[in-house]
């Protein structure tokens, strides 16, 4: 679990083909490597990753083609920035919102500008992500804990403050980059529970007429 708070950002080193998928090995900046144990999890853009090597400044790890179907590292490359955030600890400070580092889809960002000493940026999201984005909600960017500020159907807005545009790989972002989306969780157990008892039959999804059968309609 992760809080979506950016410890540091790193750099891809090497992108490695091995038995049909990838092993990354990647820098790790400023963040603290001295208390990583090899299968620790560190979230990489929002990724959960599991380390299988690991230094004072860099670490490896194994990407699925499960990861690369449903992340962005399907077209990452050597050089790219990355944010990083070790799993918490049960003393950590929570200062972000609940993070479990599986990305629920890939947004594009549509625009950045400056707004004063912050920035906006609008990302569009997948169509089907859009009913767990509320305003004022949370959402994970690449791993990095948001507010939405702004929604206009799938796409939303978010306001970035310079601490937020320096220490993370946002500032990084132009027209077309994409990104890494986590949804809030507790949006996604929510419409689970509202099933029930159909939750155990495959193919049940919550529609309109499912809304209207279970009384939320009028």
Known sequence: MFTGIIEAVGKIQAITPVGGD???TLSTGKLDMGDVALGDSIATNGVCLTVV???DSQFVAD??????RRSTFAD????QVV???KAMLASTRFGGHIVSGHVDGIGEVQSVSEKGRAWEV????PDALAKY????????VDGVSLTINQIDGARFMLTLVP?????TNIGTYRQGTKVNLEVDVIARYLERLMLGDKAAHSGKEIDMAFLAEHGYLK
């Not at 990407?63 to 690369?68: I, K, P, R, Y």
């Not at 984005?133 to 994970?140: H, L, V, Y």
């Not at 601490?163 to 220490?167: A, R, S």
């Open 83 to 85: 944010n990083l955030e």
């Open 133 to 140: 984005m509320a305003e004022k909600g949370s959402i994970t």
């Open 53 to 55: 090597e690991y230094s």
């Open 122 to 125: 609008w990302v569009k999201a």
């Open 63 to 68: 990407l699925s083609t499960e990861t690369l």
């Open 163 to 167: 601490h937020t545009m320096q220490e």
């Open 76 to 79: 990452a490359s050597v050089g």
């Open 22 to 24: 990838v092993r990354l």
